[in-house]
């Protein structure tokens, strides 16, 4: 995937997700058929999966219908990245 393709979809991850989710740098990147997001949070991963599940899977859902081929249209696949520990995938 191209340098700009990656960047327009981390821009839209950095627009779409919540400012109080993170405690860092959202992390995203693209193999071109899928997207992963690492979100770093303090502590608590099973409590934030559970709250934030719905519009998780909302923001995912938008990045699909606005990408204008197929090739980029891949699964949006979630992690968490706690303080203490390494990035852990989201149900």
Not at 17 to 37: A, F, H, R
Not at 81 to 88: E, K, L, Q
Request: net charge positive.
């Amino acid at each position: 995937m191209t340098t700009t393709k990656t960047d327009s979809i981390r821009d839209f991850f950095v627009k779409k997700v919540p400012k109080e989710w993170l405690t860092g740098d959202l992390e995203v990147s693209s193999d071109g058929e899928e997207i992963l997001v690492v979100i770093p949070i303090k502590d608590d991963a099973g409590g934030f999966r559970e709250r934030t599940r719905e519009e998780r899977m909302t923001i995912g859902r938008r990045r699909a219908a606005r990408s204008s081929t197929a090739r980029c249209r891949g699964a949006c696949k979630w992690a968490i990245s706690a303080s203490s520990s390494p990035p852990s995938p989201c149900p």
